[in-house]
């Protein structure tokens, strides 16, 4: 993969400052707006993998900014960050098409890890979107457009909501996904629902795609939070 270009804006210079520093040091290259025609420009030069958007700017409001980009890029993954309380705004945010936020003050841990899932996650919908690209892992090859999966016990064919479970277990490689997630990503539920249906689809998944699946390498059991997907044990 080519090293992954942000576009920040952000008009807080230390916060502006530190947000570089670290995401340089994970060996991303970022361009810096402070302003919201400077993100304009910014963006009209070339294109990026991802934008962090702050929302208050001197000169324009980030949610704008948003909606602007989201035209002319619906595929691209779009971070906004908002001040603590700015609830409406969050929201107002998600309408405008951003993907994810984070809410400031926030842990520089918690934010590189939402960039680098959000990074992952496009380039494998952009994967998808290129067709007959499989997913390798152990002696797994899958394939999630047409569902057909050869493993070393033979070639299966998936349910969709198989496929949806492990598509998201694939976008979020090594992170923990909590019980809630993954009910509402495969299934739309809520968290509150009857949740062995999840358990149950963990249990088949292993028995797919583990060499020995009482003792799983790949779909791991995280205690009391939910499941982990891990490509390379
Ligand atoms: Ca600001």
């Known amino acids: 993969m080519k090293q992954p270009h942000i576009l920040l804006v952000e008009d807080e210079t230390h916060i502006a400052q530190g947000l570089i520093f670290n995401l340089e040091l994970e060996g991303f290259l970022v361009t810096h707006a402070e302003t919201g025609a400077a993100a304009y420009e910014a963006f009209g030069r070339q294109p990026y993998d991802l934008v962090i958007l702050d929302l208050m700017l001197p000169d324009s409001h980030g949610i704008d900014i948003c909606q602007q980009m989201r035209k002319t890029s619906p595929q691209l993954p779009i ?28 842990s520089l841990d918690e934010f590189l890890l939402r960039v680098s899932g959000m990074l992952r996650r496009s380039t494998w919908y952009q994967a998808t979107l290129n067709r007959a690209e499989e997913y390798l892992f152990g002696s797994n090859r899958i394939n999630l457009n047409n569902l057909q999966a050869i493993t070393a016990g033979g070639n299966i064919r998936l349910t969709e909501l198989e496929g949806r479970m492990l ?9 923990t996904l909590t019980r809630a ?31 020995n699946p009482a003792e799983p390498k790949y779909f791991l059991t995280v205690r009391g939070r939910g499941y982990r997907f891990v490509r390379d044990p």
């Open 79 to 106: 971070l906004i960050l908002t001040a603590l309380g700015e609830e409406q705004d969050r929201v107002n945010g998600l309408k405008a098409g951003a993907d994810d936020y984070l809410t400031k003050p926030f």
């Open 167 to 175: 598509e998201s277990f694939f976008a979020n490689e090594g992170e």
């Open 181 to 211: 997630e993954l009910l509402k990503s495969v299934w739309g539920m809520s968290e509150d629902t009857e949740t062995r249906t999840l358990d149950n689809f963990i249990v088949r998944l292993r028995k797919y795609f583990e060499t």
